[in-house]
């Protein structure tokens, strides 16, 4: 094989890798925030799938365009899953948090399947076999599409973290629960919020790979997965490692594709989740374990 | 060991030890095939949740991986049944160390890192999904094909080989149950459970007390395993059947962690109670639901779901310790 089609193989795992690195960051935002890890993930995503589908099918909307909508039918969604049942969970311990999130995740994926089936839906876009040619480089232009929307907005999540009040009022809680508390913050409202844009995230994620993949209501636990190696592979609570993981964990399942057999693709992912937890178990870009 | 054995549970708790034991013991007379099937699988999940709970119940060691010693029991068993025709206790022989072996590695590589809390249940997670695709495409197992095991009616039950009918299953099943969870009360009251206690409570404080905390967490995960190791084994015989896919999916380790969860983690009742409640009701909305000709797929997993979710809300510490509780019997629950 000539070096044209590593090339090629790299480029979209880099680019598939980004749309995963902003749903990890949802997963990475929560995580770090709340300290509440939420094994519906991927759940939620296809949720935000479904409705992209919907939203195409039915009215011809571009999911490119509906990924703000769907974002804050998320957030929404986030928000009060936050703040009506997790919340009271916040102090339990992590199995009792797990058994929640898992009982959340069997509602949403099998009422998915109640109401769509269990056949894969797609979102066929007028740009769906369009590409770009540079030189010998061939980009689908749906993943570029995709991956730009990504950075795009995994770009104004650092902004908002990094440059706004309620941003740095969400740091604060991170960083100290109690310390929080003295100075007059609203705890529990910001753990809804940031469940929120968590959520929103997750949504906006969703949206944009109904460009690259189809949807069936058993993604989700598989997706919560994936979500978890990137966050673990880039750093629990760092947002840039959960982006850095991502373009990882997409180039090493584009490449397992190409070397091996697509199939086997997610074991490479794994691999790659044993060494990290082995030799920095904080992650890539992790702060160091206490 | 027996007077500690029976020193511990008031008579109360003993009489109603009794009962549910003598309604085991009877129930192939009086049950039909199906309600048999149901007993099997509730047994099956009350062995495998005792099996889970001295890990995290005992030990504070969040395994979601589960699975990964189910599936790797079974393999072995059903690979040397059906290629030399070595009858499962022998395989069992073999399964165990595998399983061990496996829980070793993980404990190992998990326990020397540093690797605890949320970061150890998503490695335990990542053996289990590295397994299901790995044997999907290891061909010396059939791959995804799936391996099988030979079916035929059987005149009469052959325990050694375990072939025939329901009823033998059922009874093997209950024993194995029976045994873990004598084997569970042994340990929590022995000095490793004091230790696991420790450490369950306060890793650093054990630690500062001069117990070995990486030997007796590697004792927790390995024991742990070797005691999955024959639910596998059971699994593969009483179903004939095992693919990755199914057998090493994450769902499989869900199921699992459920019933002791929801019956109460860390006390010897709650696995048993567990399993009971989940599969009851699983059952029954699925009776429900043949009987009103309600056929709409993922209907009942959603109410199983809602069940569930009730369940953690309302009663955070598990069934067991309230019904305890209310049936005044006290059990060592930690």
């Not at chain 1, 399942?253 to 992912?269: C, Q």
């Amino acid at each position: 094989m000539s070096f044209d089609v590593y090339l090629n193989v790299a480029v979209g795992g880099i680019l598939t890798g980004l749309v995963y690195g902003l749903m990890a960051l949802g997963l990475s935002v929560v995580f770090g925030v709340v300290r509440v890890v939420n094994f519906a993930h991927g759940e939620m995503m296809t949720i935000a799938m479904y409705l992209a589908v919907v939203l195409f099918s039915q009215f011809h909307l571009d999911p490119l365009l509906m990924l703000v909508p769907i974002a804050a039918v998320l957030f929404v969604c986030g928000y009060a899953l936050q703040a009506g049942l997790i919340n009271p969970f916040i102090t339990r311990p992590e199995h009792s948090q797990f058994l929640l999130l898992v009982a959340v995740g069997l509602i949403i994926v099998n009422s998915l399947l109640i109401i769509f089936g269990p056949d894969a839906r797609s979102v066929q876009t007028s740009y769906a076999y369009d590409s770009f040619q540079i030189g010998s480089l061939i980009v689908d232009a749906s993943k570029l599409y995709a991956g730009a929307a990504a950075i795009l907005l995994a770009a104004l999540l650092f902004a908002f973290f990094r440059f706004t009040l309620t941003g740095t009022a969400i740091r604060a809680c991170a960083d100290n629960y109690t310390g929080a508390q003295v100075v007059g913050l609203d705890v529990k409202r910001l753990y809804a919020l940031t469940f929120a844009i968590g959520a929103a995230c997750v949504g906006a994620a969703g949206a944009i790979m109904t460009l690259i993949i189809d949807v069936t209501p058993m993604l989700g636990p598989t997706y919560t997965l994936l979500a978890f190696v990137i966050v673990v592979t880039g750093g629990l609570g760092s947002m840039p490692g959960a982006l850095l993981g991502g373009m990882l964990i997409g180039l090493t399942e584009a490449f397992a594709g190409l070397l091996f057999t697509p199939s086997a693709k997610s074991m490479f992912a794994f691999g790659i989740l044993v060494l990290v937890l082995l030799f920095r178990p904080q992650g890539l870009l992790g702060k160091r374990l206490a | 060991m027996i007077a500690r054995f029976f020193g511990g549970p008031s008579p109360r708790a003993l009489l109603l030890l009794g009962a549910l034991g003598a309604m085991l013991l009877v129930a192939p007379f009086v049950a039909n095939d199906y309600l048999l099937t149901v007993l099997i699988l509730i047994l099956y999940f009350a062995y495998t949740g005792q099996a889970w709970n001295i890990m995290m119940g005992f030990a504070g060691q969040l395994s979601l991986g589960h699975a990964i010693y189910v599936g790797l029991g079974a393999y072995v068993a059903a690979l040397l049944f059906t290629r030399y025709g070595i009858a499962p206790w022998i395989g069992l022989l073999a399964a165990i160390p595998v399983t061990v072996a496996c829980g070793a590695v993980i404990g190992f590589l998990a326990f020397r890192f540093g690797v605890a809390g949320v970061y150890f249940a998503i490695l335990t997670i990542a053996f289990a999904e590295f397994a299901r695709i790995g044997f999907d495409h290891l061909d010396i197992v059939n791959a995804s094909a799936g391996l099988f095991l030979p079916v035929a009616q059987y005149a009469h039950n052959d325990l050694w080989r375990l072939r025939g009918n329901p009823a033998m299953f059922y009874y093997v099943i209950l024993a194995a149950t029976v045994l873990a969870f004598i084997l569970s009360r042994i340990l929590m009251t022995s000095r490793i459970g004091y230790f696991w206690l420790a450490i369950r409570e306060d890793e650093i404080a054990a630690r500062a007390a001069g117990i070995d905390t990486f030997r007796y967490k590697m004792a927790a995960v390995m024991i742990s395993a070797a005691v999955t190791a024959f639910a596998g084994v059971f699994y593969a015989f009483f179903y004939n059947n095992l693919f990755p896919e199914q057998v090493f999916n994450i769902s499989r380790s869900i199921e699992i962690i459920l019933g002791p969860v929801i019956g109460g983690v860390g006390t010897l009742f709650g696995p048993i109670l567990g399993a009971f409640i989940l599969t009851g009701l699983a059952e029954t909305l699925n009776s429900a639901m043949l009987h009103f000709g309600f056929d709409l797929p993922g209907a009942k997993q959603v109410f199983y779901g809602i069940c569930l979710l009730l369940v953690v809300l309302a009663l955070p510490n598990g069934v067991w310790p309230w019904l305890a509780r209310r049936l005044g019997v006290r059990e060592g629950s930690r």
